[in-house]
Nanobody, 122 residues
Framework: QVQLVESGGGLVQPGDSLRLSCAASGRPFSGSAMAWFRQAPGKEREFVATISWYSDYTYYAEPVRGRFTISRDNAKNTGYLQMNSLKPEDTAIYYC???????????????WGQGTQVTVSS
């Protein structure tokens, strides 16, 4: 069983930066792709970014491309999401996910964290 724990969320102003972390545990995590999704109030969960096990493939949703960077440190079993130039529309609960398939689909991921709140407001 893989367990994922997110951290690093908070309240920031527009234009600020945040770095989210996702700490993973459990043997099945080895070889898995990781991703970040987000869910705003009243909206469906949406894909943000994904990264392959060897970090040789990354893919971003259009609204965050050029502002967010996904990365991972397999030695530390940790994934990251660096978020720059934050906008109010980035406000959401951010979830970390892991799975063998990867990609932008929610169903491609077997394991999910509990989420961390990011609020961007002046």
């Amino acid at each position: 069983q893989v367990q994922l724990v997110e951290s690093g969320g908070g309240l920031v102003q527009p234009g600020d930066s945040l770095r989210l972390s996702c700490a993973a545990s459990g043997r099945p995590f080895s070889g898995s792709a990781m991703a970040w999704f987000r869910q705003a109030p009243g909206k469906e969960r949406e894909f943000v970014a994904t990264i392959s096990w060897y970090s040789d493939y990354t893919y971003y949703a259009e609204p965050v491309r050029g502002r967010f960077t996904i990365s991972r440190d397999n030695a530390k079993n940790t994934g990251y999401l660096q978020m720059n130039s934050l906008k109010p529309e980035d406000t959401a609960i951010y979830y970390c996910a892991a799975g063998r398939i990867g990609g932008p689909g929610v169903r491609s991921y077997n394991y999910w964290g509990q989420g961390t709140q990011v609020t961007v407001s002046s």
